[in-house]
């Protein structure tokens, strides 16, 4: 039946000109797509529709288009000269990527008596989807009942709370409002209501995720209003969802990466894995562009090239095809302009697969319009563009009109790592021993982490049955002072213990010389322009760095001991000096 | 917590600043104090090593650093306080300031009057609307400038400059001496943005091609900045399809405009004009709250030194006056709008009564126009007339009217420039 289904639906597209695709399904009902489309957009689209079809467990998608240029980098040569070198190291697990899932995971594991690395091709932690996310910590309506990411989203919401109280990050549960400005609107919402208070949802599939969540409240004209002052038009009603929370996914991800840390995880950045090895069907070792790395568990959170790696070791059953977002961010002296998340109903018909963004707010008030959604073939393509920008404002503009594209402080752009499926992938391998799976963790990853955390840990105490907790496992993590945040006796005590403190470096968002210091001797150190903004702030005010950037420079290469020529924007090779002028 | 109270605070120890606190304590005000951010005075003017500051005031060329030691020197010999390496981080609207420091910690500071003089910053990448990748290797000309001058390090081998204004000339010529390839300087407008003269010695003098009608529409490369994407624009400033040009470079500067930096003063909620972006000012640039003044590029963006001292010895009059009792705040209240050709008029409203001998108005024209006429006119009277040859966007018009002239009661004074009829 599902074969019959998938020929027909490649029989169709090969009808269109555009199209020559061949599928085969393999017997755990993995498929194959092989051939060639004239856009790249028609490639995901085959994707979808095939990974569409009852039964289908997901799709291989390795189809090319003709508006692209296939990028493939021969890792052979590195990895014979790596295993030539004989660096080797060793540890139980190897965690592949220092995103919020891996964080999360390394957190989680970093309770037993595990030897635990993180490696991370970058030079930061949070270097991809994770630092572009808008900070919503999503209540878990969205998402399509019965799947994985409707169980891990509701779950991950709910242990936000705890974990925020034990990792010391702020969490604002402002709720997210969904508005009305038509009578049609409140009505379905009514009938929602209905369904929920009489417990008949439940019984209709499409609404069993929805009657699930909690902490809704059905709002009337004056209360939108009292929550939502500025929202333009005439809204007559809104939706709450009182769970949602507001959080900086930076400030979530560094906190579990340093309680990692702190509790004897190893984190090593600028390290790429390039093959791992398997005897006979169990995992050997990792090969990284500086070593080899034994281990008997590998946990692949790779986000865009988990397909990639699951390659390495034959057990590839996913595509991640690249789906771009860009956001912009308004300029803080709009704080209090909104209070939550908003999103109009009318905004509520765009593609399912990926988060509708519109209006949000972070934790610090800045406003955030976005993000768009765009399929892109470069992994690596995190551009902004004109088209992205008109859309994003268009976002924005629903909500109000008075805010302008002038106060617009900086906007970018990151990748969602999306598979065909659209779910979630957490589960061992099928095929290889001390294999983990993390895949297609796109939106609502974030919100979802500590359950997608709490879920491997189960699936690692399930093949290991001797692991323990260690006597000295400390599940709490202080943060840094906050020097804007504190009142002015408490920022004088402050500077009074260590003067650092006293000295403003970036007078945009007034964060402190004592703050970068902080930063760069953090558990998780910043070493790069980039890392010290993500942590304190600096250099994320309006005018973007311009001011506070060379001192920045400065204070890494003091604390690092390195020349200021070495410092770099972003890790590789991003220098942001090229020489001394005299010498 | 330390405690004190100062007669008159001045924010910022920057050419506005400097003229300001000389002029206060000229005035018999002996309870005067600077507060900089940085560890020495004179602003942005440390890192101005070129020439042509001061032709006005000195009748000679002098470097920035030179025109700023003039103010220095003078400051110290009146032995005005400065507090260095402090920064106010708020102010209320009772006048009271926290300023704070490596070794006082916080400081409240109750004030007589407040001058504003916190000077202006750049624009950004963004807001410029560049598109594509954040690689390193995109500063604004100002930071390039500090590299260069103050650091002694060079942030790149080949440059493209975005922007023609003075600070993007200024910076191709010295990017170059110092062995930069700088591939253009680009502006977006139909005519360039910086004085005629730069044009001429820091362009034309060392063969750098400007393109105007032309601007940087992408940056390349995910890490570090490999090239940019250029493009022409109509008429309506859109980019021309075809047109688009590649240009390899690790270097993208960004002249694209100074903006006001008004952070403190937004705290105390005062009137902005939004032509301006700075402080709603009147006759002794006092704002639209009550003893806080603001001075230089606070109020709007001067192209000239000279000017940005005159108006912080305007406020330092204003500011003595007020701590004295001397300035009469009520009403009437005569406004300055710009009218024909005209962007804006600074101060932009002035009490007859305590006018100077002299009004001078600060004002800019929209569009570049041959043999020209200024006139200030009152509601039934003109008050001021002057011919000009040509005027320019770029080049800021400075007119002073005899105070004596004005009208009691007039309601509103509009400044035009109009081309003169051919009679």
Redesign the interface.
Same mark, same amino acid.
């Given at each position: 039946m599902m074969e019959k289904r998938i020929r027909k639906i490649i029989a169709d597209m090969n009808k269109i000109a555009d199209y020559d695709i061949s599928a085969s399904v393999s017997r755990d009902k993995i498929v194959t797509l092989n051939g060639t489309a004239l856009y790249w957009k028609q490639v995901v689209d085959a994707g979808h529709k095939v990974a569409n079809v009852k039964g289908v467990r997901n799709v291989v998608n390795d189809m090319i288009s003709k508006d692209i240029k296939p990028n493939i980098i021969d890792y052979s040569k590195k990895i014979k000269e790596v295993k030539n070198n004989s660096i080797s190291e060793s540890c139980d697990v190897v965690i592949i990527g220092a995103g919020i899932s891996g964080c999360a995971i390394a957190r989680n594991l970093s309770k037993y008596n595990l030897n635990v690395m993180v490696v991370e091709k970058n030079s930061d932690i949070a270097e991809e989807a994770t630092k572009a996310n808008n900070g919503n910590i999503h209540p878990g309506v969205l998402a399509k009942p019965g799947t994985l990411k409707a169980k891990l989203n509701l779950r991950g919401n709910e242990m936000y709370t705890k974990l925020s109280e034990e990792l010391d990050f702020e969490l604002k549960r402002t709720g997210s409002l969904l508005v009305f400005y038509n009578k049609k609107d409140v009505n379905k919402f009514k009938i929602l209501k209905f369904l929920k208070y009489t417990g008949i949802g439940k019984l209709i599939k499409p609404l069993s995720q929805a009657m699930k969540v909690p902490g809704m409240k059905w709002l009337n004209t004056k209360e939108v209003r009292e929550l939502e002052p500025n929202l333009k038009g005439e809204p007559i009603g809104g939706f709450l969802l009182t769970t949602m929370g507001l959080v900086e996914p930076f400030e979530v991800c560094s906190a579990l990466a340093e309680n990692a840390a702190e509790n004897g995880v190893t984190f090593k950045f600028n390290t790429q894995i390039i093959d791992i090895v398997k005897e006979k069907e169990s995992i050997k070792e990792v090969i990284t562009n500086h070593s080899t790395i034994k281990c008997q568990t590998v946990i692949n959170c790779a986000g865009v090239y988990a397909d990639n790696i699951a390659k390495m070791v034959d057990d590839c059953f996913y595509t991640i095809h690249a789906r771009r977002g860009a956001i912009a961010i308004i300029d803080k002296?709009r704080k209090g302009y909104l209070n939550t998340p908003v999103g109009l109903m009318s905004d509520s018909d765009r593609s399912n697969n990926s988060k509708g963004g519109g209006a949000s707010v972070t934790p610090e008030g800045n406003l955030l319009w976005g993000p768009n959604a765009v399929e892109v073939y470069d992994k690596?393509d995190?551009?902004?563009?004109?088209v992205d920008?008109d859309y994003i404002i268009k976002l924005g503009r629903g909500v109000t009109d008075e805010v302008k594209k002038?106060e =617009? =402080?900086?906007?970018?752009a990151g990748i969602r790592a999306a598979d065909y499926k659209e779910d979630f992938i957490v589960e061992a391998s099928r095929k290889v021993d001390g294999f983990i799976h993390v895949a297609g963790i796109q939106s609502p990853g974030l919100a979802s982490a500590p359950a997608i955390a709490e879920m491997v840990e189960e699936i690692l105490f399930k093949q290991n049955s001797n692991l323990e907790i260690k006597s000295d496992y400390n599940p709490i993590r202080v943060a840094k002072p906050k020097f804007r945040d504190l009142s %002015?006796?408490e920022?004088?005590?402050l500077?009074?213990k260590n003067?650092?403190y006293?000295? =403003?470096v970036c007078?945009?968002e /007034?964060i402190t010389e004592g703050e970068i210091i902080d930063a760069v001797h953090s558990p998780i150190p910043a070493t790069t322009i980039d890392a010290i903004k993500r942590r304190s702030r600096a250099g994320m005010g309006?005018?973007?760095g311009?001011?506070c950037?060379?001192r920045v420079l400065e204070i890494i290469a003091r604390e690092l001991e390195i020349p /200021?020529?070495k410092v770099? /924007?972003?890790?590789?090779?991003?220098?942001? /000096? %090229?020489?001394?002028?005299?010498v | 917590m330390n405690k004190r109270q100062v007669d008159v605070v001045i924010i910022g120890g920057g050419p506005a600043g400097l003229a300001a606190a000389i002029e206060v304590k000229k005035q018999g005000i002996d309870n005067v104090l600077i507060i900089e951010r940085d560890s020495s005075l004179g602003g942005i003017l440390q890192q101005c090593i070129h020439d042509g500051f001061g032709l006005h005031r000195f009748g000679k060329r002098l470097s920035g650093c030179e025109y700023a030691d003039n103010f220095i020197v003078e400051v110290k010999e009146r032995k005005i306080e400065i507090a260095d390496k402090t920064i106010v981080i708020e102010i209320t609207k009772d006048k009271v300031i926290y300023a704070m420091n490596e070794i006082d910690g916080i400081t409240e500071i109750k004030c007589g009057a407040i001058i504003l003089a916190m000077g202006c910053r750049e624009r950004t990448r963004s807001q410029a609307f560049i598109w594509g990748t954040r690689p390193s290797g995109v500063l604004t000309a100002g930071t390039v400038q500090r590299y260069i001058n103050i650091e002694g390090y060079l942030p790149g081998e080949k440059a493209v400059i975005l922007g023609s204004g003075d600070i993007g000339l200024i910076m191709a010529r010295r990017m170059t001496l110092e062995g930069i390839e700088v591939k253009g300087v680009y502006e977006l407008m139909e005519s360039p943005g910086g004085l005629t003269r730069n044009i001429a010695q820091c362009l034309v003098d060392y063969n750098i091609p400007l393109h105007l009608s032309t601007t940087v529409i992408r940056t390349h490369g995910n890490k570090k900045l490999e090239g940019v994407t250029v493009a022409k624009v109509d008429k309506d400033r859109q980019v021309i399809k075809g047109s688009e040009e590649y240009i390899e470079c690790d270097l993208l500067v960004l002249a694209v405009g100074l903006i006001p930096e008004n952070e403190l003063s937004n705290q105390l909620n005062i009137n902005i004009d939004t032509r301006t972006k700075g402080p709603v000012v009147d006759e002794y640039f006092m704002t639209s709250m009550e003893g806080v003044f603001a001075a230089g590029n606070v109020v709007t963006v001067f192209d000239l030194v000279d000017y940005v001292s005159l108006t912080g010895e305007l406020a330092g009059r204003g500011a003595a006056k007020y701590v004295k009792g001397q300035l009469k705040m009520d009403k009437p209240i005569t406004r300055l709008e710009p009218g024909e050709n005209v962007s804006f008029v600074v101060p932009q409203y002035v009490r007859k009564h305590n006018l100077e001998e002299k009004l001078p108005l600060y004002f800019r024209v929209k569009q570049k126009l041959e043999k020209v006429e200024v006139t200030a006119v009152g509601n039934d009277e003109t008050y001021y007339k002057k011919k000009h040859r040509v005027v320019l966007p770029p080049e800021m018009l400075v007119e002073e009217i005899i105070s004596s002239n004005i009208k009691e009661g007039d309601k509103k004074i509009t400044v035009n420039v109009m081309e003169v009829s051919k009679e």
């Open positions: 002296n690596e995190k551009s902004v563009d004109a920008m002038s =617009i =402080i900086t906007y970018f %002015h006796e920022q004088d005590k500077i009074k003067p650092k006293g000295n =403003i007078r945009c /007034l309006r005018c973007q311009g001011f950037g060379p /200021l020529t770099t /924007l972003k890790g590789e090779n991003s220098y942001v /000096l %090229h020489r001394q002028s005299r | -």
